[in-house]
Each structure stands twice: as C-alpha cells, then as structure tokens.
C-alpha cells in the first residue's frame, strides 16, 4: 500500500489535550464528505530517574550490572508508549568533528486504561546499555576519538485508534492472510489518531559511566574519551 501520512504542525499551546477535534474532507468531484474524531494525548511525567540527580549513572563503581529503573505516569488519552534511550556523541575525525546520535528503542508497551495515572515502567541493566552500544558502533580508519555527550530519555506515545491499526496489521502467522481492514473514518479509509513525543529529559553521564564507556570491555575499541579526555590504552 502507498498511504499519504498527513501531520497538525501547530505552535506550542494552540491544541487543547482536553478537547475532541473533528476532521472534515470534502471531496470537491462527487460532494462526498468524510469526517472522524480524534482526542489529544496529554503529558506523561518521569519518576525515576529522579529529575533533581544531576547526572545518568548506568554503571556504579561497584557493581557493572545495575538495574537502572526508568518510570514514568502515563498522560491521558494514551494507548501505547515507546521508551527510546538516546546517546549523543561526537566523532572527532580527520576532516572534522561529526555529532552523532545513537537510539535504544525499546519495545511498545500498553497502558491499561486511557484516563491516565498509570505507573509504566522500562528497567535495564547498565551492561546492556554498555552491550548495545559496543554493538552498534564500530571503529573506522579516519577516527581520531569519540567524545560522549548528554543521553536523552524520550517518550513517544500513541492513541487507541492508532495501536488497533497497528495490532490489525501486524505480521500473520495464519493460513488466511486476508485480514479486516480498520478505519476510523467515516465515508473514507485510513487512521485520524494522535500522535504525542515528549521533550527530551536530558543529563550528562556520570563519571563511572564515561570512564565504561572509554574502558570498558564491549566499548573500549571504540575510542571513546575517558572523563579526562584521554582514549584507553
């Protein structure tokens, strides 16, 4: 299928996460008008990390398998909610210092009701963190050094209507491959849902982290400074 996805870029403040918005087509050939309605979703809030710690510390001094607990509440209107764990690093290189960006998505989790309120939570161990970049990133020949930056925590959720679309198209693994089709709107075809993605909770990494990363036995060959600013030997 080639869907046309069509989004509201809309400043900050003009949508109402307590209202209902209706959307009206009128095709302007045969007269025919479809229409659906669609809820906002509001804020979640994170609990932990606490957002007063000063820095992310997936690693302690002692022990390199530290549970590290992201929790949040959910906002209200919201079906699904997708954790996605961002380092930002820079490569210094011969011809120049590149930023990067590197995600940890997590898989989709469901909330039990819409009204909001929920404690939802993605814990992880500080070793995978340290696992999973040292398998995403490599070294190559024009590297000089890596430098870690902040990580960011970013929330992205989605609406009822949007995760019924998304069940209704996953992969089957049954004989009959037809499936139902599901629209929300009246005299067409297709999803008016919402959409909502949190502003970045964002923090330096701590001492024990950046040293993990520089040293550490998945991320060493990676060339990523210590909190000194040296690369590992």
Request: charged fraction near 15%.
């Amino acid at each position: 299928q080639q869907n046309a996805i069509y989004s509201l870029s809309s400043p900050s403040g003009t949508l109402n996460s307590d209202s209902e918005y209706e959307l009206l087509i009128t095709n302007t050939t045969t007269g025919v008008t479809a229409s659906s309605r669609t809820t906002l979703i509001s804020d979640a809030t994170f609990t932990s990390p606490a957002p007063t710690s000063p820095f992310f510390s997936f690693v302690l001094a002692s022990n390199n398998e530290y549970n590290y607990p992201v929790r949040w509440t959910s906002g209200k209107n919201a079906r699904l909610y997708q954790l996605i764990v961002r380092l930002n690093y820079i490569d210094s290189t011969d011809n120049g210092n590149i930023t990067q960006q590197l995600d940890w998505v997590f898989p989709a989790q469901k909330t039990e009701g819409l009204s909001g309120g929920e404690f939802m939570k993605n814990d992880f161990l500080g070793q995978g963190f340290l696992q999973f970049v040292g398998n995403q990133l490599n070294d190559y020949s024009e590297l000089i050094a890596r430098r870690a930056l902040q990580v960011d925590l970013l929330l992205i959720a989605g609406g009822d209507d949007l995760n019924t679309f998304i069940e209704v198209n996953k992969p089957t693994t049954s004989i009959v491959q037809e499936r139902p089709e599901f629209t929300n709107i009246t005299n067409g075809l297709g999803i008016f849902s919402s959409r909502y993605s949190k502003a970045p909770f964002s923090k330096q990494l701590a001492v024990t982290t950046w040293d993990s990363l520089a040293c550490g036995q998945y991320t060493s060959h990676l060339k990523f400074l210590d909190h000194l600013g040296d690369v590992c030997q």
